[in-house]
């Protein structure tokens, strides 16, 4: 059963903008803990944007100020519009879950949920 489900991805120029929309449903659904990840090729995954139940929003500094994560708990989804998007960004982007809200949000090994993933490439 799938219960994460990434959308959004694409090809866009320098400077463009994409959202990213992740729908959750099953076991992966009204966790504490939901984040973005992206892996590069070659490259470690790394946290993009994360929120919590209650706490700040996490921003990993290469993003803050040009992409917005939110999340709507009524329709179980977690988005990440991004904005000004240079061509350092594209990689794979993944959103994660956890139920645990003491975790280190930008730490993938924590994870108990994850997408399969939407490509996202800019040129």
């Known amino acids: 059963d799938v219960q994460l489900v990434e959308s959004g991805g694409g090809s866009v120029e320098a400077e463009g903008s994409l959202t990213l929309t992740c729908v959750a449903s099953?076991?992966?659904?009204?966790?504490?803990?939901v984040t973005w990840f992206r892996q590069a090729p070659g490259k470690e995954r790394e946290g993009v944007a994360g929120?919590?139940?209650?706490?700040?929003?996490y921003y990993a500094d290469s993003v803050r100020g040009r992409f917005t994560i939110s999340k709507n708990n009524a329709k179980h989804t977690l988005s990440l519009q991004m904005n000004s998007l240079k061509t350092e960004v594209s990689a794979m982007y993944y959103c994660?879950?956890?139920?645990?809200?003491?975790?280190?949000?930008?730490?993938?090994?924590?994870?108990?949920?994850w997408g399969q993933g939407t490509q996202v490439t800019v040129s």
């Open positions: 994660a879950a956890v139920r645990d809200a003491r975790v280190c949000v930008a730490r993938d090994s924590v994870y108990d949920y």
């Open positions: 099953g076991a992966a659904s009204n966790k504490n803990v």
């Open positions: 929120i919590r139940t209650v706490g700040p929003i």
